[in-house]
């Protein structure tokens, strides 16, 4: 087409448009440029109606001269893409699953019987099955998100967005997340060979697989690739998450400080490890500095209330800390931090029923983490409800079978029960 290299990235979105509203031909390559130019630029309806007048209606259209049928349905899969984008933003949800093909509440098993070809199939499968995993987390429907995140990163193993939803919002239990990077490293991809290692380091770190790779990743590495992985941020936060694990606190502070020495902005999961440690530590002056600047940096990101509320929590304040904790939760619903520390602070000022319902709303939104069904169980013991909070604690330890805390919390029960 005459504007080479704009269908990639367009960094400035008049200018893109002011060009591809001129198409010189009726391709669907130009159509597909200029729908993107509209979504680029907020204009959701129109990028849609384009789409559907164009290509997903009946109006005539040229194709591609000598075009394959799977080129043809690829380049029709990519306008599926623009359209069910458009309709999200819009929230027209049942036209959306419509688009999505209809069965989007009942997603297959995971994982598929017969994986795409090419490597543009793959990514634009995968496209497609964080869509319909976005639609389902918006109908509260979670397991089926997860299992089409899973057939997303399985289809194309560096669809980041498809791994932060279900690594970082805790979809998965660990087995779970263990068995996906298998079934992702059975495929053979040979063009990226450290990425399955990768994605074991940061699996949860009750997993012996995970931290095995982690060691071998930081502290034998072979190949250029994995001398260059070792010093990535990504395994770092691993790194401290199993020094977390660990109980080593005084190491894993060392750790996040030298990080955050390098990357001062940073507002990812070494911030947010960072301040967890600065309350166990109880740094108050450190977390109060810490907190100070992601409020000033990042003023509307869940993890610079969080900050706030722990600093109160660390000063007992109740009311100040119960706020900032709500308005955690308020700019991101799915921030876990904020609603464990939350609980943790209705718990310590022996508000337990709320405290309860804190952990509760964790459990639903967080299927894949022990710890809420954890803290559950231990504020049942608490109320001296043995047999309910042992049938809790016993549920987290499926999940997380090399906890300690649990095995503490059932010989406590075991205890108090002779």
Same mark, same amino acid.
């Given at each position: 087409?005459?504007?080479?290299?704009?269908?990639?990235?367009?960094?400035?979105?008049?200018?893109?448009?002011?060009?591809?509203?001129?198409?010189?031909? $009726?391709?669907?390559?130009?159509?597909?440029?200029? =729908?993107?130019?509209?979504?680029?630029? @907020?204009?959701?309806?129109?990028?849609?109606?384009?789409?559907?007048?164009?290509?997903?209606?009946?109006?005539?259209?040229?194709?591609?001269?000598?075009?394959?049928?799977?080129?043809?349905?690829?380049? !029709?899969? $990519?306008?599926?893409?623009?359209?069910?984008?458009?309709?999200?933003?819009?929230?027209?949800?049942?036209?959306?699953?419509?688009?999505?093909?209809?069965?989007?509440?009942?997603?297959?098993?995971?994982?598929? &019987?017969?994986?795409?070809?090419?490597?543009?199939?793959? /990514?634009?499968?995968?496209? +497609?099955?964080? +869509?319909?995993?976005?639609?389902?987390?918006?109908? $509260? #429907?979670?397991?089926?998100?997860?299992?089409?995140?899973?057939?997303?990163?399985? #289809?194309?193993?560096?669809?980041?967005?498809?791994?932060? !939803?279900?690594? @970082?919002?805790?979809?998965?239990?660990? =087995?779970?997340?263990? $068995?996906?990077?298998?079934?992702?490293? *059975?495929?053979?991809?040979?063009?990226?060979?450290?990425?399955? *290692?990768?994605?074991?380091?940061?699996?949860?770190?009750?997993?012996?697989?995970?931290?095995?790779?982690?060691?071998?990743?930081?502290?034998?590495?072979?190949?250029?690739?994995?001398? /260059?992985?070792?010093?990535?941020?990504?395994?770092?936060?691993? &790194?401290?998450?199993?020094?977390?694990h660990n109980r080593d606190f005084t190491k894993a502070y060392a750790l996040t400080?030298?990080?955050?020495?390098?990357?001062?902005?940073?507002? @990812?999961?070494?911030?947010?490890?960072?301040?967890?440690?600065?309350?166990?530590? *109880?740094? *108050?002056?450190?977390?109060?500095?810490?907190?100070?600047? %992601?409020?000033?940096?990042?003023?509307?990101?869940?993890?610079?209330?969080?900050?706030?509320?722990?600093?109160?929590?660390?000063? @007992?304040?109740?009311?100040?800390?119960? !706020?900032?904790?709500?308005?955690?939760?308020?700019?991101?619903?799915?921030?876990?931090?904020?609603? +464990?520390?939350?609980?943790? %602070? %209705?718990?310590?000022?022996?508000?337990?029923?709320?405290?309860?319902?804190?952990?509760?709303?964790?459990?639903?939104?967080?299927?894949?983490?022990?710890?809420?069904?954890?803290?559950?169980?231990?504020?049942?013991?608490?109320?001296? #409800?043995?047999?309910?909070?042992?049938?809790?604690?016993?549920?987290?330890?499926?999940?997380?079978?090399?906890?300690?805390?649990?095995?503490?919390?059932?010989?406590?029960?075991?205890?108090? #029960?002779?």
């Open positions: 087409w005459w504007l080479p290299g704009a269908s990639d990235e367009v960094c400035r979105c008049t200018t893109c448009l002011h060009v591809t509203d001129k198409p010189r031909t $009726e391709k669907e390559e130009d159509i597909e440029l200029l =729908a993107r130019s509209y979504c680029f630029d @907020g204009q959701w309806r129109r990028a849609l109606a384009l789409v559907e007048q164009r290509v997903l209606g009946t109006a005539t259209r040229t194709p591609r001269p000598q075009s394959t049928a799977a080129e043809t349905k690829e380049l !029709r899969n $990519e306008f599926l893409v623009i359209a069910a984008e458009c309709l999200m933003k819009l929230q027209d949800w049942d036209r959306c699953i419509e688009v999505l093909g209809g069965n989007v509440l009942s997603p297959p098993p995971f994982p598929p &019987q017969h994986p795409p070809s090419t490597a543009r199939s793959d /990514r634009l499968a995968g496209s +497609l099955c964080v +869509l319909r995993g976005k639609v389902c987390e918006a109908m $509260e #429907n979670r397991a089926a998100a997860a299992t089409w995140y899973q057939h997303a990163l399985f #289809n194309d193993p560096v669809c980041i967005e498809a791994k932060t !939803r279900l690594f @970082g919002t805790h979809m998965l239990a660990p =087995a779970q997340e263990v $068995e996906l990077v298998r079934c992702i490293e *059975k495929r053979g991809l040979s063009t990226l060979p450290w990425l399955t *290692k990768l994605y074991m380091c940061q699996t949860k770190k009750c997993n012996v697989e995970a931290t095995r790779q982690l060691e071998e990743s930081t502290l034998r590495p072979q190949t250029e690739s994995e001398r /260059r992985l070792a010093g990535s941020s990504a395994v770092r936060v691993a &790194q401290v998450e199993q020094l977390w400080c030298k990080v955050l020495e390098q990357d001062t902005y940073d507002c @990812g999961l070494i911030s947010e490890l960072h301040i967890a440690l600065l309350v166990e530590l *109880k740094l *108050k002056t450190e977390l109060h500095y810490r907190a100070q600047k %992601l409020v000033e940096y990042y003023p509307n990101a869940a993890l610079s209330w969080y900050a706030v509320g722990c600093y109160y929590y660390l000063l @007992g304040k109740v009311d100040q800390a119960r !706020r900032y904790f709500t308005k955690s939760t308020s700019l991101d619903l799915l921030y876990a931090p904020a609603w +464990l520390a939350f609980g943790h %602070l %209705l718990a310590l000022h022996g508000d337990h029923d709320q405290a309860l319902a804190a952990y509760r709303t964790v459990t639903r939104l967080f299927n894949g983490n022990h710890l809420p069904l954890l803290c559950v169980g231990m504020q049942l013991t608490f109320m001296n #409800n043995f047999e309910l909070a042992q049938s809790y604690i016993t549920d987290a330890q499926r999940i997380s079978p090399s906890d300690p805390l649990a095995f503490n919390e059932l010989g406590v029960i075991a205890f108090k #029960n002779q």
